[in-house]
Structures are given as C-alpha cells and as structure tokens.
C-alpha cells in the first residue's frame, strides 16, 4: 500500500508555471506507474500525465502536450508534474494516482491509490 500527498498547487496568472510534486510513503514506490489527473467544478476527472516504473515510458494528455511534463525520483518516492504556459482551462483540483499494474495507464479506473488533491487556478 501507498499513500500520496501532493503540493505545489496554487495561483498563477496566464502563461506561468508551476511544478507540483506527489510524495509518496510506504513501500516500493519503484513498483508503481504513476499518474497525474485533474477535475474541474462540474467535470469529470480526467487524466493528464503518467509515468513508468523506471521512468522511461510516459504519456500525455493532448491538451497538455508540449507544455507539461512528467518525472519521477524514486529514491526522493516523489512524482513530479511541471506545468509550462498555463491557461485558464488548466484550473482543476490535481490528483496524484499510483497504479500496481504494468502499463502508463490512462484512465482513472486503472489506478489504486489516490491522493487528496491539490489546487491550482489559473486566473486571466
């Protein structure tokens, strides 16, 4: 078992950055995929990025293509999302996701442990 807390969340105006990051603690965090989604007021969640055991695989969400990025430090047990060039439809509550399975999996129901989610806004 895992558990997951995410930071980095916050306010950033059009075209900023900010790096979130997910902490993981327990065992073996080198034997997840993990994965990044977001959920806006009245929307679904949706996934946005995920990573490999090793960190070698990743995919994307083609909204967020060429302007975010995934990565991993497995001896930190950290994930990492950077968010490059932020629009207002960026705005979700962002959610880090650990999966036991093989696979960069890219839907919610594919993943096993969750955490509590971490805000960002980006305001126009």
């Known amino acids: 078992q895992v558990q997951l807390v995410e930071s980095g969340g916050g306010l950033v105006q059009v075209g900023g950055s900010l790096r979130l990051s997910c902490a993981a603690s327990?065992?073996?965090?080198?034997?997840?995929?993990m994965g990044w989604f977001r959920q806006a007021p009245g929307k679904e969640r949706e996934f946005v990025a995920a990573?490999?055991?090793?960190?070698?695989?990743?995919n994307f969400a083609d909204s967020v293509k060429g302007r975010f990025t995934i990565s991993r430090d497995n001896a930190k047990n950290t994930v990492y999302l950077q968010m490059n060039s932020l629009k207002p439809e960026d705005t979700a509550a962002y959610y880090c996701?650990?999966?036991?399975?093989?696979?960069?999996?890219?839907?919610?129901?594919?993943?096993?442990?969750w955490g509590q989610g971490t805000q960002v806004t980006v305001s126009s």
């Open positions: 996701a650990a999966r036991s399975s093989w696979g960069v999996a890219i839907t919610q129901y594919d993943y096993d442990y």
């Open positions: 327990g065992r073996s965090f080198s034997s997840y995929v």
């Open positions: 990573i490999s055991r090793s960190g070698g695989g990743t």
